[in-house]
């Protein structure tokens, strides 16, 4: 399965940004999904995650309480919700599947989609 993430704008601080991560090649229920960004001149950052099932969900101390990650298995998308934002995120945002056990953990994760650009203006 392929992920490709999608919905990435120019939006002003405090305001609010829903990202798609659409599959294609196979079944977005099948498999955990994980989100990632990397701004400019930035090392990669795991940015949270939700299982297969959708039950469960993991959020970074940087997005935590801000960003919210669901599913929708019917539409074969996953999205990333995110509120109150900030100078600080931008960057390009991807997501990717896993099956592994460690889906919360971004090692879980090999093959980060091409992303959205995220731009958050103070």
């Known amino acids: 399965v392929q992920l490709q993430a999608s919905g990435g704008g120019l939006v002003q601080a405090g305001e609010s940004l829903r990202l798609s991560c659409v599959a294609s090649?196979?079944?977005?229920?099948?498999?955990?999904v994980g989100w990632c960004r990397q701004a400019p001149g930035k090392e990669r950052e795991f940015v949270g995650a939700?299982?297969?099932?959708?039950?469960?969900?993991y959020s970074s101390n940087s997005v935590k309480g801000r960003f919210t990650i669901s599913r929708d298995n019917a539409k074969n998308t996953v999205y990333l919700q995110m509120n109150s934002l900030k100078p600080e995120d931008t960057a390009v945002y991807s997501c990717?599947?896993?099956?592994?056990?460690?889906?919360?953990?971004?090692?879980?994760?090999?093959?980060w989609g091409q992303g959205t650009q995220v731009t958050v203006s103070s």
């Open positions: 990717a599947p896993s099956l592994r056990t460690d889906w919360s953990s971004g090692v879980a994760y090999a093959y």
């Open positions: 090649g196979g079944r977005v229920r099948d498999y955990h």
């Open positions: 939700v299982s297969r099932s959708g039950v469960s969900r």
